[in-house]
């Protein structure tokens, strides 16, 4: 089955400094790449995905890129404010039983610091 | 906007007992979930469910069942807690659709094992 690895498990960034957290995945079948967002307490909420035809994609000050032949993508968060601290988590996944079975990664705990 | 309602925001119960949580969507969602959230684990999937009466595995049904006997209801069931089932329990749905869509979440169960 699929194995999803994130690095790293912590990170302290300088506000207004960038951000990248990285993910490799283990089966090339895999097509869907989502990360996820959970604030203190709070329940995970996706802030950006990406299909397996696109390279890149970009939303605002966020960003995640994709290399299928390596079977990596990362998240890159530009110009960082307090409220990007938070546990991210990246997954991925293919369709199983009509469902979209994620896999996530384990996390990384991101401090944004003032 | 969705809503994914568990039954309950904490819980203690001893080893050996039945234990039920209980997870309501309210979006007419085809597919549920359940993960379980360890540090430094991420989150891993235990059942879903992409229809009513229908259950899959997920990586760590060991412990575990599940029923749908409704679409907007999934219940994840400790036949027997163990103290290892000590965790924070995720519920989400999301819509069939094309296969790529999020899962929304509820706020989480945090069961404690005694």
């Known amino acids: 089955g699929e194995n999803v690895e994130q690095h790293p498990s912590t990170l302290s960034v300088q506000e207004g400094d960038s951000a990248v957290i990285k993910c490799t995945y283990s089966?090339?079948?895999?097509?869907?790449f989502p990360w996820y967002k959970q604030e203190l307490g709070k329940r995970p909420q996706l802030i950006i995905d990406?299909?397996?035809?696109?390279g890149e994609k970009k939303d605002q000050r966020i960003a995640v890129t994709l290399n299928k032949t390596a079977k990596h993508f990362s998240l890159h968060i530009t110009e960082t404010q307090p409220e990007d601290s938070a546990v991210y988590f990246c997954?991925?996944?293919?369709?199983?039983?009509?469902?979209?079975?994620?896999?996530f990664g384990q996390g990384t705990r991101l401090t944004i610091n003032p | 906007d969705v809503k994914v309602t568990q039954s309950s925001r904490y819980l203690v119960k001893r080893t050996g007992e039945k234990v039920f949580l209980e997870c309501v969507q309210d979006?007419?969602?085809?597919?549920m979930f359940w993960y379980r959230q360890d540090p430094g684990l991420g989150l891993r999937l235990i059942y879903f469910?992409?229809?009513?009466?229908?259950?899959e595995k997920g990586d760590i049904p060991e412990g575990y069942s599940v029923s749908r006997e409704k679409k907007e209801r999934f219940s994840l069931i400790l036949e027997s807690a163990s103290t290892n089932q000590t965790s924070m329990y995720l519920c989400?749905?999301?819509?069939?659709?094309?296969?790529?869509?999020?899962?929304?979440f509820g706020n989480g169960t945090r069961l404690t094992v005694t």
């Open positions: 989400a749905s999301s819509l069939a659709g094309t296969g790529w869509e999020p899962l929304h």
């Open positions: 089966d090339s079948a895999s097509n869907y």
């Open positions: 990406i299909r397996s035809n696109v």
């Open positions: 997954a991925a996944s293919r369709r199983d039983q009509g469902a979209q079975k994620l896999v």
């Open positions: 979006m007419d969602h085809e597919n």
């Open positions: 469910s992409y229809d009513v009466k229908m259950k």
